[in-house]
Structures are given as C-alpha cells and as structure tokens.
C-alpha cells in the first residue's frame, strides 16, 4: 500500500521558512515524478513544484519561483520542499505527489499518488 506522509508545516511569520517533507512507503520516489501542490481556503489545488525521477529536474511554478526549493533524499525515500521569504498569500495545505510520468506534469490528474496535506500558515 502506497503512503505518502508530509509533515513540516506550521505557522511562521512573513518572510520566515519551513521545511517540509514527503516520506514515502510503497513505492520509490525514485522512479516517480514528485509534486508539490497547494491548495488555499476558497480556491482550488495548484501545482507548486516538481522534480523528475528520470534526471532530477526542478520546475516550479512563477509564484514561488526563486523562494522555494524541492529536492530528493532517495536513500531516505524522502522529498523535501524548503520555502523561505515566505508570504501570507503562501497560505495553503500543502500535498505532496507522486505521477508515474517520466516528464514534467503540473496536472493534477497525472499524479497517481497524494498524501494528506499539511498546513502552512503565513502571518503578516
């Protein structure tokens, strides 16, 4: 059975950090697409950050682009997503993703994998 557990978020003040984490079970990061994705109160889920399995590539999306960093322990099967400069419109439960695709994906529905969320919160 696949699991996907994130954990890192939490409240922080603008322009602090966080670091969050997807620990997987079941399946190999290495072999999957990771996604980040995020979803604000009263709007709908968007991508966030990915990296490839196939080659370790990043992409991410403009609002978070030069702010966050997603990057993989492979040995601990384990995706992080460090975030710093945060801001309040940052605000959101944060998913962690797994897709099969060996290319970039920001679709949500090509990820076959999400785990529960976790909750950051931006203060001003």
């Known amino acids: 059975q696949v699991q996907l557990v994130e954990s890192g978020g939490g409240l922080v003040q603008a322009g602090g950090s966080l670091r969050l984490s997807c620990t997987a079970s079941?399946?190999?990061?290495?072999?999957?697409?990771m996604g980040w994705f995020r979803q604000a109160p009263g709007k709908e889920r968007e991508f966030a950050a990915s990296?490839?399995?196939?080659?370790?590539?990043?992409r991410y999306a403009d609002s978070v682009k030069g702010r966050f960093t997603v990057s993989r322990d492979n040995a601990k099967n384990t995706v992080y997503l460090q975030m710093n400069s945060l801001k309040p419109e940052d605000t959101a439960v944060f998913y962690c993703?797994?897709?099969?695709?060996?290319?970039?994906?920001?679709?949500?529905?090509?990820?076959?994998?999400w785990g529960q969320g976790t909750q950051v919160t931006v203060s001003s």
């Open positions: 993703a797994a897709s099969r695709s060996r290319a970039f994906t920001y679709l949500l529905d090509r990820y076959d994998y």
């Open positions: 079941g399946l190999t990061i290495s072999s999957y697409t």
């Open positions: 990296i490839t399995w196939i080659d370790g590539s990043t």
